[in-house]
C-alpha cells in the first residue's frame, strides 16, 4: 500500500457499552456496522468486501445482506482488526474490492451466543505443557512475563500501577467510559489480589460492545460525508501460542516486527506522532508497548508515564479513550483502540488532542500471540 | 484440601510421547539438536533453528532457576488457595511452565533467580508432571 492510498471511511460503535442484556454477539456486530453504513450512506450492496474475528466473515456477511467479492476471516486474538485493516488496504490497493466492511461485536460480559478462541483440545501443545499448571485464562497468562519485566528493567510496581492511575484520568473526561472516578497508585495497589503482582484495578474491564470500520480507496473517500482518515503504514507479527515460549519475556518480538514495518511503511519518525493507542488488557502492555515500538529506550517506559508524557497534556497523549483498563474492553479490544485513533483524527473524540495529525494504533492479540500496527492521518501525504 | 484429580492431564501426542513417557520414568527428557547443538522445548521432531532431523533425547540435570512468575488468587479446584504458576529456566536453556511446590507461595520466598530441581508429580498411571520446589529440597 502506498501511503495516504487507502481511508477509513466509516468507524462506528455499538450505541451503547458495557452490560447489553437485550442483544447477542452477532447483534452487536450488525449494530456496529449498521450505524457505520448509516454515517458513510451505503447500503449493504455497496460493501463488496468483509472480514470479522470470532465468528466468521460468512455468518456476519448473510446476516447483513451482503455478498462479497473479498473475505477475511483472520483470527489472532484482539488485535484481529488491525490485521483486518491492513489486508483490506492491500486488497483495496491491489483491485481485489473497493469497500470493505471489518465488524466487532462480543457479548464478553453478558455472554449471549459468545464465539471466542479456538483451543487446541487436551492434546494440544498448550493443553500438554501449560494448562496442567492451573492456568485460568489472560490473568494468569498474559501477567506472566512482568516480574521478569520489571526486574531486568528496573521498572517499579508502583509505575505499572501508574498506569492504571493516568488511563482513568483520561477515562474522566470520556462520558462513555464505564469507569470514570480519579483513582491512585495507593488504590490500585491495594484492590482485590488477582494474580500477584496484579490487582483488579491492572486488569481490563469485562464488557459487552463492538465496533465496525468501512475502508476505501482514498479518491472515493472525498464522496463520502465523513472526515476520511487515511492510512500511512500497517504492520503485523504472530508469535506464539505458549506464554512460557515467548521468545523474551521482557520485549515483545511481536511488537517490535509489526510495529517497525509500520513506520517503514509510514516513514515517519517517532517525533511525528501526535497521538497513540496501545492495547492494554492489563496494565504492563503500554509499558512493552512504548519501548518495543521505540517510543522510549529500554526501562524507560515506566518513568516516560510517571513524567506525564502520555496523560492529558502530555507529549504523547496515550490511550486517550480511557483504554481497556477504564473505558471497555469486551474481550477483542482492538476494535476500539482503532475507533479511538479514527475519532482522534476526525477531530470528534470527547477528549480530543487538539491539532493531532498522526495517530498510532497498536493492538496485542492472545497473550502475546499476535500484534497490529495502523498508522493513520486525516491528512493525505 | 485440593483435588488433584481436577488437574488436566495432557494427552501425549506422537511427538511428545518421549517426554511424558521420561516423566514417568523420573526423568526431564529434552530434545538437542546435534547439529546446532542446542536444546528446544516443546518436542517435535525437528530442530525449531535449521529444520535438521538429527536430533537426540537427553536427560535434562533437573536443575533450573524462576524466571517469572504470578501467584493466582483466583479459585481453582486443583489448587488449594493462592499458588504460584512459573516460567522456570533450566540449566540446559529451554524455558518450561511449573508450579513452584514444596516452599511458600508468597513474594517473599518466591525470589526471582532462586535455584529449584525438579521432582515428579504422578497424576495417573500414564502421566507424571514434573514441577520445581527450591534446589536441596524443601524451603
Same mark, same amino acid.
Given at each position: 500500500?502506498?501511503?495516504?492510498?487507502? !481511508?477509513?471511511?466509516?468507524?462506528?460503535?455499538?450505541?451503547?457499552?458495557?452490560? =447489553?442484556?437485550?442483544?447477542?454477539?452477532?447483534?452487536? *456486530?450488525?449494530?456496529?456496522?449498521?450505524?457505520?453504513?448509516?454515517?458513510?450512506?451505503?447500503?449493504?450492496?455497496?460493501?463488496? +468486501?468483509?472480514?470479522?474475528?470470532?465468528?466468521?466473515?460468512?455468518?456476519?456477511?448473510?446476516?447483513?445482506?451482503?455478498?462479497?467479492?473479498?473475505?477475511?476471516?483472520?483470527?489472532?486474538?484482539?488485535?484481529?482488526?488491525?490485521?483486518?485493516?491492513?489486508?483490506?488496504?492491500?486488497?483495496?490497493?491491489?483491485?481485489?474490492?473497493?469497500?470493505? &466492511?471489518?465488524?466487532? +461485536?462480543?457479548?464478553?460480559?453478558?455472554?449471549?451466543?459468545?464465539?471466542?478462541?479456538?483451543?487446541?483440545?487436551? !492434546?494440544?501443545?498448550?493443553?500438554?505443557?501449560?494448562?496442567?499448571?492451573?492456568?485460568?485464562?489472560?490473568?494468569?497468562?498474559?501477567?506472566?512475563?512482568?516480574?521478569?519485566?520489571?526486574?531486568?528493567?528496573?521498572?517499579?510496581?508502583?509505575?505499572?500501577?501508574?498506569?492504571?492511575?493516568?488511563?482513568?484520568?483520561?477515562?474522566?473526561?470520556?462520558? #462513555?467510559?464505564?469507569?470514570?472516578?480519579?483513582?491512585?497508585?495507593?488504590? %490500585?495497589?491495594?484492590?482485590?489480589?488477582?494474580?500477584?503482582?496484579?490487582?483488579?484495578?491492572?486488569?481490563? &474491564?469485562?464488557?459487552? +460492545?463492538?465496533?465496525?470500520? =468501512?475502508?476505501?480507496?482514498?479518491?472515493?473517500?472525498?464522496?463520502?460525508?465523513?472526515?476520511? %482518515?487515511?492510512?500511512?503504514?500497517?504492520?503485523?507479527?504472530?508469535?506464539?501460542?505458549?506464554?512460557?515460549?515467548?521468545?523474551?519475556?521482557?520485549?515483545?518480538?511481536?511488537?517490535? =516486527?509489526?510495529?517497525?514495518?509500520?513506520?517503514?511503511?509510514?516513514?515517519?519518525? *517517532?517525533?511525528?506522532?501526535?497521538? &497513540?493507542? =496501545?492495547?492494554?488488557?492489563?496494565?504492563?502492555?503500554?509499558?512493552?508497548?512504548?519501548?518495543?515500538?521505540?517510543?522510549?529506550? #529500554?526501562?524507560?517506559?515506566?518513568?516516560?508515564?510517571?513524567?506525564?508524557?502520555?496523560?492529558?497534556?502530555?507529549?504523547?497523549?496515550?490511550?486517550?479513550?480511557? +483504554?481497556?483498563?477504564?473505558?471497555?474492553?469486551?474481550?477483542?479490544?482492538?476494535?476500539?483502540?482503532?475507533?479511538?485513533?479514527?475519532?482522534?483524527?476526525?477531530?470528534?473524540?470527547?477528549?480530543?488532542?487538539?491539532?493531532?495529525?498522526?495517530?498510532?494504533?497498536?493492538?496485542?492479540?492472545?497473550?502475546?500471540?499476535?500484534?497490529?500496527?495502523?498508522?493513520?492521518?486525516?491528512?493525505?501525504? | 484440601?485440593?483435588?488433584?484429580?481436577?488437574?488436566?492431564?495432557?494427552?501425549?501426542?506422537?511427538?511428545? @510421547?518421549?517426554?511424558?513417557?521420561?516423566?514417568?520414568?523420573?526423568?526431564?527428557?529434552?530434545?538437542?539438536?546435534?547439529?546446532?547443538?542446542?536444546?528446544?522445548?516443546?518436542?517435535? $521432531?525437528?530442530? $525449531?533453528?535449521?529444520?535438521?532431523?538429527?536430533?537426540?533425547?537427553? @536427560?535434562?540435570?533437573?536443575?533450573?532457576?524462576?524466571?517469572?512468575?504470578?501467584?493466582?488468587?483466583? $479459585?481453582?479446584?486443583?489448587?488449594?488457595? $493462592?499458588?504460584?504458576? @512459573?516460567?522456570?529456566?533450566?540449566?540446559?536453556?529451554?524455558?518450561?511452565? @511449573?508450579?513452584?511446590?514444596?516452599?511458600?507461595?508468597?513474594?517473599?520466598?518466591?525470589?526471582?533467580?532462586?535455584?529449584?530441581?525438579?521432582?515428579?508429580?504422578?497424576?495417573?498411571?500414564?502421566?507424571?508432571?514434573?514441577?520445581?520446589?527450591?534446589?536441596?529440597?524443601?524451603?
Amino acid at each position: 500500500m502506498r501511503p495516504g492510498s487507502v !481511508a477509513i471511511v466509516g468507524a462506528s460503535e455499538t450505541n451503547e457499552l458495557g452490560e =447489553i442484556k437485550d442483544k447477542s454477539e452477532i447483534q452487536l *456486530h450488525a449494530e456496529a456496522a449498521i450505524n457505520a453504513m448509516r454515517e458513510t450512506g451505503l447500503k449493504p450492496s455497496d460493501i463488496d +468486501g468483509i472480514a470479522t474475528a470470532g465468528t466468521t466473515p460468512s455468518i456476519i456477511a448473510h446476516y447483513l445482506g451482503i455478498k462479497p467479492g473479498w473475505a477475511d476471516g483472520t483470527m489472532v486474538g484482539g488485535c484481529s482488526f488491525l490485521l483486518h485493516v491492513r489486508h483490506a488496504a492491500a486488497a483495496i490497493a491491489e483491485g481485489m474490492c473497493s469497500t470493505v &466492511l471489518i465488524t466487532h +461485536g462480543q457479548s464478553g460480559r453478558s455472554n449471549i451466543a459468545q464465539g471466542g478462541f479456538v483451543g487446541g483440545g487436551r !492434546a494440544s501443545l498448550q493443553a500438554q505443557f501449560e494448562s496442567p499448571y492451573g492456568i485460568v485464562g489472560p490473568t494468569t497468562m498474559f501477567t506472566l512475563p512482568v516480574l521478569r519485566f520489571l526486574k531486568e528493567t528496573g521498572t517499579t510496581i508502583e509505575q505499572l500501577a501508574n498506569v492504571a492511575v493516568v488511563q482513568r484520568e483520561w477515562a474522566s473526561r470520556n462520558p #462513555r467510559a464505564k469507569l470514570q472516578e480519579l483513582t491512585s497508585v495507593e488504590e %490500585v495497589l491495594s484492590d482485590r489480589m488477582i494474580a500477584y503482582p496484579f490487582t483488579r484495578a491492572m486488569c481490563c &474491564l469485562v464488557t459487552d +460492545g463492538g465496533g465496525a470500520l =468501512i475502508l476505501t480507496s482514498a479518491e472515493r473517500a472525498q464522496d463520502f460525508p465523513t472526515r476520511p %482518515v487515511y492510512l500511512l503504514g500497517t504492520g503485523e507479527s504472530v508469535e506464539m501460542q505458549m506464554i512460557s515460549q515467548m521468545y523474551d519475556k521482557t520485549r515483545s518480538t511481536a511488537f517490535r =516486527i509489526s510495529g517497525k514495518k509500520a513506520f517503514d511503511e509510514a516513514g515517519i519518525s *517517532h517525533d511525528d506522532a501526535d497521538h &497513540l493507542m =496501545i492495547y492494554d488488557a492489563f496494565a504492563h502492555l503500554p509499558l512493552y508497548g512504548l519501548e518495543d515500538l521505540g517510543f522510549c529506550g #529500554r526501562g524507560e517506559a515506566g518513568a516516560f508515564i510517571e513524567e506525564r508524557h502520555t496523560a492529558p497534556g502530555g507529549s504523547l497523549p496515550t490511550n486517550t479513550n480511557g +483504554g481497556g483498563l477504564s473505558y471497555t474492553h469486551s474481550g477483542m479490544y482492538g476494535m476500539f483502540a482503532l475507533q479511538e485513533s479514527v475519532r482522534q483524527m476526525r477531530g470528534t473524540a470527547p477528549a480530543q488532542v487538539e491539532g493531532a495529525k498522526i495517530s498510532v494504533c497498536h493492538g496485542v492479540g492472545g497473550m502475546f500471540y499476535a500484534a497490529g500496527t495502523i498508522i493513520m492521518s486525516n491528512e493525505r501525504p | 484440601m485440593p483435588d488433584r484429580s481436577k488437574v488436566s492431564v495432557p494427552i501425549p501426542t506422537p511427538e511428545t @510421547a518421549h517426554y511424558w513417557e521420561g516423566t514417568r520414568e523420573g526423568e526431564l527428557r529434552l530434545q538437542r539438536c546435534r547439529a546446532c547443538d542446542d536444546f528446544y522445548f516443546p518436542p517435535r $521432531p525437528f530442530c $525449531p533453528v535449521c529444520l535438521s532431523d538429527d536430533i537426540e533425547v537427553v @536427560a535434562a540435570s533437573g536443575k533450573a532457576k524462576l524466571f517469572s512468575y504470578v501467584i493466582n488468587h483466583r $479459585p481453582h479446584p486443583a489448587f488449594d488457595g $493462592p499458588y504460584s504458576i @512459573a516460567i522456570v529456566e533450566l540449566d540446559e536453556g529451554p524455558h518450561l511452565m @511449573a508450579n513452584i511446590v514444596n516452599v511458600a507461595q508468597t513474594p517473599e520466598a518466591l525470589i526471582l533467580d532462586m535455584p529449584l530441581e525438579v521432582v515428579f508429580e504422578q497424576l495417573t498411571d500414564e502421566i507424571s508432571l514434573p514441577q520445581f520446589q527450591p534446589a536441596g529440597g524443601e524451603a
